[in-house]
T-cell receptor, first 115, second 115 residues
Framework: DAKTTQPPSMDCAEGRAANLPCNHS???????VYWYRQIHSQGPQYIIH???NNETNEMASLIITEDRKSSTLILPHATLRDTAVYYC????????????????FGSGTRLQVQP | NAGVMQNPRHLVRRRGQEARLRCSPV?????VYWYRQLPEEGLKFMVY????????ESGMPKERFSAEFPKEGPSILRIQQVVRGDSAAYFC?????????????FGQGTRLTVV
């Protein structure tokens, strides 16, 4: 799976959009971009994932650049409860050879939402 | 996520005892993953199981650790002769068999303390 690079920490004001960047310059064509977060030592929580198109759900939006070498997770209106470590993970989809692969977590970005 | 259930939530063991951690995946999920998180560190993959089979145990220590996912019942992570360095949060995740690429859901973890 391709390596990802994220800033170690970010601050965001409550009510403003939080834009979390992720660099994955070695991503290959069959690798998906996943975002998870971990709130204060709880179990990681799935946020969103995508292959090449931008994706949006009730939690966030995922913007993937056209060359797929980087992406941005957007929390449109951050709240104090969004304070967490956010992980960007690149993983190949299921294949006949590899089966289903486990997620590999890096260091993530520690997002602090300020009141 | 209400689906993945781990128990116990907290476990205290003396050095040399055995620890058994249980994980009940989301109903219908046949893929289970175990991760370990040492204090102030990231999540490290340990083992990936698919009903009665170990698919990938590349992250599992060679000694004292074992995992199973029987046809009936929860997945078990077993640590024999625990040492202080085993103190950590252990998380389990599950994913379904269907689909090319689906997200994994995590439980709330078992916090093991070795005294």
């Amino acid at each position: 799976d391709a390596k990802t690079t994220q800033p170690p920490s970010m601050d965001c004001a409550e009510g403003r959009a939080a834009n979390l960047p992720c660099n994955h310059s070695t991503i290959s064509g069959n690798e998906y971009v996943y975002w998870y977060r971990q709130i204060h030592s709880q179990g990681p929580q799935y946020i969103i994932h995508g292959l090449k198109n931008n994706e949006t759900n009730e939690m966030a939006s995922l913007i993937i650049t056209e060359d797929r070498k980087s992406s941005t997770l957007i929390l449109p209106h951050a709240t104090l409860r969004d304070t967490a470590v956010y992980y960007c993970i690149v993983r190949v989809g299921r294949s006949m050879d590899t089966g289903r692969r486990a997620l590999t977590f890096g260091s993530g970005t520690r997002l602090q939402v300020q009141p | 996520n209400a689906g993945v259930m781990q128990n116990p939530r907290h476990l205290v063991r003396r050095r040399g005892q055995e620890a058994r951690l249980r994980c009940s995946p989301v109903k219908g999920h046949s893929h289970v993953y175990w991760y370990r998180q040492l204090p102030e560190e990231g999540l490290k993959f340990m083992v990936y199981l698919q009903k009665e089979n170990i698919i990938d145990e590349s992250g599992m220590p060679k000694e004292r650790f074992s995992a199973e996912f029987p046809k009936e019942g929860p997945s078990i992570l077993r640590i024999q002769q625990v040492v202080r360095g085993d103190s950590a949060a252990y998380f389990c995740a599950s994913s379904p068999d269907r689909g090319q690429n689906t997200e994994a859901f995590f439980g709330q973890g078992t916090r093991l303390t070795v005294v």
